[in-house]
């Protein structure tokens, strides 16, 4: 996806060291009074957006978001998004990229995996205090740059992520009550199918590699997310369909070889079934 636009951190806004980048500022000052509008882009960095009073529109990979006071969105490096604040609205902004903040032991990096499998949280009001604490912290020695601020901003970092995980639990809609196992295998899943998506599309396939039969794959799924596996292919594969179609002038054809068809007919005809466009229509649509 080389034609992709892809978004840096501000270099006049962030730490850059050998030890990475890093932002934070307040969602005010993004703003400078007007309204903030970013046409649908991606990041090779984390963006965490914390909403504490607003309104807007956050669309993240083409599922649209409605912004209300304490929201919180979390984007992995990569995705695609398209971002409408109005004026009046405050909180937070951290960017920061790998080399920055990079989990070495496994409770820390499971936490990072958790939490940003989440895209997007609103809190309830009363249980927000911890959360905002952790970036008042981080902004603080951001601006002061005191002696040990950067492992400072990594400590609240680490705070902020864990309480973001509890806040995320609670809401009832994303509430799954599942073992360590099912989450891992679900995790070593959703990897495959970052990575295999245009090999593989078929659940027999992808429980082989993992060593279950397709009950079991799909027993997981079912557990972590209320679908079966064959869903979360065929999502997986639309979405990287509609990433390419967007971010590129890359022609159908060329997208459908690049997503692992070797007959363009078959990929307009399967995106066409489960977006209801044809992939030159849902592009020009979005454009």
Not at 176 to 192: A, C, H, K, T, W
Not at 280 to 285: C, D, G, H, I, V
């Amino acid at each position: 996806m080389k034609d992709i636009t892809i978004r840096k951190i501000a270099t006049d806004q962030k730490i850059e060291t050998a030890k990475g980048r890093f932002s934070i500022r307040l969602v005010s000052d993004l703003s400078k009074g007007k309204d903030i509008v970013h046409d649908l882009h991606r990041h090779d960095f984390y963006f965490i957006l914390v909403i504490d009073s607003g309104k807007g529109i956050h669309e993240i990979d083409f599922h649209e978001h409605r912004v209300k006071d304490d929201s919180v969105f979390i984007l992995r490096p990569g995705q695609v998004h398209r971002l409408e604040l109005n004026r009046e609205s405050s909180g937070w902004l951290i960017e920061f990229d790998t080399t920055f903040y990079k989990p070495d032991d496994i409770n820390s990096i499971e936490r990072l995996k958790k939490a940003t499998r989440v895209s997007f949280c609103k809190i309830d009001k009363i249980k927000t205090d911890s959360l905002y604490q952790s970036l008042k912290h981080i902004f603080k020695e951001f601006q002061n740059r005191e002696s040990g601020y950067l492992d400072a901003i990594k400590v609240y970092l680490d705070l902020f992520f864990i309480e973001y995980i509890r806040l995320s639990q609670d809401q009832e809609s994303d509430v799954r009550q599942v073992n360590g196992y099912s989450q891992e295998r679900f995790d070593e899943f959703i990897e495959l199918l970052n990575t295999r998506i245009t090999e593989i599309k078929t659940v027999a396939k992808y429980a082989e590699w993992m060593n279950l039969s397709p009950y079991q794959l799909n027993t997981i799924t079912k557990s972590m997310v209320g679908k079966p596996a064959s869903d979360l292919i065929n999502d997986q594969v639309l979405l990287e369909a509609k990433r390419y179609l967007l971010a590129t002038a890359d022609q159908v054809k060329d997208i459908a070889y690049h997503l692992g068809y070797e007959d363009p007919s078959y990929f307009i005809r399967f995106f066409k079934k489960h977006t209801g466009l044809s992939p030159e229509a849902f592009r020009q649509n979005f454009k």
